[in-house]
T-cell receptor, first 115, second 109 residues
Framework: DGGITQSPKYLFRKEGQNVTLSCEQN?????MYWYRQDPGQGLRLIYY???????QKGDIAEGYSVSREKKESFPLTVTSAQKNPTAFYLC??????????????FGPGTRLTVL | RKEVEQDPGPFNVPEGATVAFNCTYS??????FFWYRQDCRKEPKLLMS???SGNEDGRFTAQLNRASQYISLLIRDSKLSDSATYLC??????????FGTGTSLTVIP
C-alpha cells in the first residue's frame, strides 16, 4: 500500500525537552511539508522540502527544525525554543509535474501535548 | 490579507438539502485548486480537484471562476455522513499550498 505515515500518534513532552516527529512516505513524491493545526484554526506551514537535502521555512518555522536526508523521510524536531508547541502536527507530500504541484496527501497526524 | 478566505460557518442543513460553499483567493497567478474534507481530529483528505471547466463527482460539484478569483463547492442531497469541515486549498506558482480555515457543515436528520 502506498501512503504517508506519521509516528507517534500521540506524544507527551515536558517543557524544555526537544522531541522529533516522524514522517515517511512511499509515494515517490518529491515535495514534503509540515503543518501545524490548532483547535478551530486552519493549517499553518512550518517547513517544506522540494528535494533531498534542501528545505525552506514556512510561515511559522521558529522553534522547529527539519532534515531531508532521504526522499522518503522528513522528520520534524520541535525544540524547547517553540513557545507553544501543543498542537496537531500534519505531514504531507505531493508530486511535481512540469512545475505544477498536484494535490497533497496527508499522514494521520501527531498530537503533541506539552505537560 | 489572507491568501485564501472561507466563510467558517457553521452551516447546519437538513438531510437532502443542497448546500454551497465559496472560497476566495488573493493571488491571480494561482495554478491549482482543491477541496479537502477534514473530519474531527483526523487528517484532511482530498475531496476533489477543481478545474477551470468545472467538475462533478456524484453529488459534489466544484467550480472555478478565475476572473473573480473564487472557488465553489456544491453538495446536493446532503447525507449525515457529509458532516465535516471543508477546506479550500490553493497552490500558487511554486510549491506552497495555502489553506482556508475551513467551513463547518452539520447535516441534521
Amino acid at each position: 500500500d502506498g501512503g504517508i505515515t506519521q509516528s507517534p500518534k500521540y506524544l507527551f513532552r515536558k517543557e524544555g525537552q526537544n522531541v522529533t516527529l516522524s514522517c515517511e512516505q512511499n509515494l515517490n513524491h518529491d515535495a514534503m511539508y509540515w503543518y501545524r493545526q490548532d483547535p478551530g484554526q486552519g493549517l499553518r506551514l512550518i517547513y517544506y522540502s522540494q528535494i533531498v537535502n534542501d528545505f525552506q521555512k514556512g510561515d511559522i518555522a521558529e522553534g522547529y527544525s527539519v532534515s531531508r536526508e532521504k526522499k522518503e523521510s522528513f522528520p520534524l524536531t520541535v525544540t524547547s525554543a517553540q513557545k507553544n508547541p501543543t498542537a496537531f502536527y500534519l505531514c504531507a507530500s505531493s508530486r511535481e509535474d512540469r512545475g505544477v504541484y498536484n494535490e497533497q496527501f496527508f499522514g494521520p497526524g501527531t498530537r503533541l501535548t506539552v505537560l | 490579507r489572507k491568501e485564501v478566505e472561507q466563510d467558517p460557518g457553521p452551516f447546519n442543513v437538513p438531510e437532502g438539502a443542497t448546500v454551497a460553499f465559496n472560497c476566495t483567493y488573493s493571488n491571480s497567478a494561482s495554478q491549482s485548486f482543491f477541496w479537502y474534507r477534514q473530519d474531527c481530529r483526523k487528517e484532511p483528505k482530498l475531496l476533489m480537484s477543481v478545474y477551470s471547466s468545472g467538475n462533478e463527482d456524484g453529488r459534489f460539484t466544484a467550480q472555478l471562476n478565475r476572473a473573480s478569483q473564487y472557488i465553489s463547492l456544491l453538495i446536493r442531497d446532503s447525507k449525515l455522513s457529509d458532516s465535516a469541515t471543508y477546506l479550500c486549498v490553493v497552490n500558487e506558482a511554486g510549491n506552497q499550498f495555502y489553506f482556508g480555515t475551513g467551513t463547518s457543515l452539520t447535516v441534521i436528520p
